[in-house]
T-cell receptor, first 118, second 117 residues
Framework: GAVVSQHPSRVICKSGTSVKIECRSLDFQATTMFWYRQFPKQSLMLMAT?????????EQGVEKDKFLINHASLTLSTLTVTSAHPEDSSFYIC??????????????FGDGTRLSIL | AQSVTQLDSHVSVSEGTPVLLRCNYS??????LFWYVQHPNKGLQLLLKYTSAATLVKGINGFEAEFKKSETSFHLTKPSAHMSDAAEYFC???????????????FGKGTKLSVKP
């Protein structure tokens, strides 16, 4: 089946550090990648949608200058949390899907990244 | 606007007994509906999906769900729980419509399933 690899799985760093999270589709070309944030014991909240070669579309309330998303190729998208602060600590999950004839195929999820800002 | 409500935040069953996780949805269109499972510190795994074909959908690991339009429900069931089923389960509706297409996903708040030995 389709495999999405997310790296790193866990990050612990000091406040003010910028952190980059990678999301790779290993065995298919992902025309669309999604970034979600999950707070403890809560559901996933969509942060942004990125299409290969174009700017990401951010959900309302998500700071695009804070959460930089790059989808430079059909197999890789990155999320950079710039100048991270403790309130950015969360579980970040990416997913990837392939768009065929204006139809988005089911999303395949990475294993997530636990970000802890001290 | 589409929404999904998972009626129980926590369900506890004994191993070998049936599992029922309830989900109701609201949709203006013919929805696509999904159940995902999340184990601790892991991403989501698709259990099954409804895409306007058969109303009774069979998924992986013995799970199945029935789409009931009259009740706007899509409850997840399994005849006999296994210890490895303990996880968080999310009911999800897609804005993309039917036919297997997935638009943006709208997640329920999740149901934590505990399985007692």
């Amino acid at each position: 089946g389709a495999v999405v690899s997310q790296h790193p799985s866990r990050v612990i760093c000091k406040s003010g550090t910028s952190v980059k999270i990678e999301c790779r589709s290993l065995d298919f070309q992902a025309t669309t990648m999604f970034w979600y944030r999950q707070f403890p014991k809560q559901s996933l909240m969509l942060m942004a949608t990125s299409n290969e070669g174009s700017k990401a579309t951010y959900e309302q309330g998500v700071e695009k200058d804070k959460f930089l998303i790059n989808h430079a190729s059909l197999t890789l998208s990155t999320l950079t949390v710039t100048s991270a602060h403790p309130e950015d600590s969360s579980f970040y999950i990416c997913s990837a899907s392939l768009r065929i004839r204006n139809s988005n195929q089911p999303q395949h999820f990475g294993d997530g990244t636990r970000l802890s800002i001290l | 606007a589409q929404s999904v409500t998972q009626l129980d935040s926590h369900v506890s069953v004994s191993e070998g007994t049936p599992v029922l996780l309830r989900c109701n949805y609201s949709s203006s269109y013919s929805p696509s509906l999904f159940w995902y499972v999340q184990h601790p510190n892991k991403g989501l795994q698709l259990l099954l999906k409804y895409t306007s074909a058969a109303t009774l959908v069979k998924g992986i690991n013995g799970f199945e769900a029935e789409f009931k339009k009259s009740e706007t429900s899509f409850h997840l069931t399994k005849p006999s729980a296994h210890m490895s089923d303990a996880a968080e389960y999310f009911c999800v509706v897609s804005e993309g419509g039917g036919g297997g297409s997935q638009g943006n996903l709208i997640f329920g708040k999740g149901t934590k399933l505990s399985v007692k030995p």
